[in-house]
């Protein structure tokens, strides 16, 4: 079992509907959790983190985190072609004094006008 | 200014050569990583610094040897060069696992070409 396991996509949205990408996890551990935008020929930029379940919402972009499930979302609304990009979910294990951050093999996601 | 710095961009090399690249990082954060981002785009850890000592090697072969002259610095060497090696290779740092935000900040990546 992969440590952070995506679907790979491609996952086609049309252009201002609400993408969905999800993620699980398998260390219960765990203490943190990240979304990254990574655009081709880019290196991978964070656009939300979370710690606590629940919801946290910035802008269009919203994660959502369900530790006893393991699990943990991305929705982006209004979506907009310029968000067309592979998204990675990245886990930081714990691990001694020191993070572990570990990713997943990613989602491409386009939006589609 | 870049918070997270690797040089070279870009490396082209023959099979069997020895190779480094570089990173430096001016966040002032505990840990420094490097990963490799194969094709498929999948993102893998390789090693682990925290405050100048190795943390984590995840079997990499030996081949790979990272050096941490400083909690700021964090460079790769590889030896003896093979196909398989050619990636993009991202360096990358974070705060340490106490601190409340322990986001990894990354590099602009050395796209190494091994023909």
């Known amino acids: 079992q992969k440590e952070v396991e995506q679907n790979s996509g491609p996952l086609s949205v049309p252009e201002g509907a609400i993408a969905s990408l999800n993620c699980t996890y398998s260390d219960r551990g765990s203490q943190s959790f990240f979304w990254y935008r990574q655009y081709s020929g880019k290196s991978p930029e964070l656009i939300m983190f979370?710690?606590?379940?629940g919801d946290k919402e910035d802008g269009r972009f919203t994660a959502q985190l369900n530790k006893a499930s393991q699990y943990v979302s991305l929705l982006i609304r209004d979506s907009q072609p310029s968000d067309s990009a592979t998204y990675l979910c990245?886990?930081?294990?714990?691990?001694?004094?020191?993070?572990?951050?570990?990713f997943g093999s990613g989602t491409r996601l386009s939006i589609r006008p | 200014d870049t918070a997270v710095s690797q040089t070279p961009k870009y490396l082209v090399t023959q099979m069997g050569n020895d190779k480094s690249i570089k990173c430096e990082q001016n966040l002032g954060h505990d840990t420094m990583y490097w990963y490799k981002q194969d094709s498929k785009k999948f993102l893998k850890i390789m090693f682990s610094y925290n405050n100048k000592e190795l943390i984590i090697n995840e079997t990499v072969p030996n081949r790979f040897s990272p050096k941490s002259p400083d909690k700021a610095h964090l460079n790769l060497h590889i030896n003896s060069l093979e196909l398989g090696d050619s990636a993009v290779y991202f360096c990358?740092?974070?705060?340490?696992?106490?601190?409340?935000?322990?986001?990894?900040?990354f590099g602009q990546g050395t796209r190494l070409t091994v023909v």
């Open positions: 990245a886990v930081n294990k714990a691990y001694s004094s020191a993070s572990k951050i570990i």
């Open positions: 990358a740092s974070s705060r340490g696992q106490g601190a409340m935000r322990s986001e990894a900040f």
């Open positions: 979370i710690y606590s379940n």
